[in-house]
């Protein structure tokens, strides 16, 4: 059986980082394995991606960062989400139902 592929469509990742801080602040790692978790374990973000996306919302204002220990005693910056940035949250999420039902109105015709 051929892997399945996964690859994010551009863009969905910004979204994703933001869902995954809406509650609480996150460490980089916890960001990642959260995105996964809520996934049921189909999307990975990896590194490559992750920290310049923190590094490009953090610039947009839609998150903040600050130093804090990890699980395991480590320091690390923690994430969380700015009130502009659950403002792009909405923004975003809708622009992903308007877009999902027009590609599901697409294959439900094809």
Known sequence: MAKEKTDLVYGT???LILKSLQHEPVHGLGIANRIQQ??????RVEQGSLYPALYRLEAQGWIAAEWGKS???RKARFYKLTATG???LTAETDHWARLTAAINLVLAKA
Do not use: A, F, G, I
């Not at 809520?38 to 999307?43: C, K, N």
């Open 86 to 88: 659950r403002k792009q």
């Open 13 to 15: 990742l910004d979204m």
């Open 71 to 73: 699980e395991n005693n």
């Open 38 to 43: 809520m996934s049921d374990e189909v999307l």
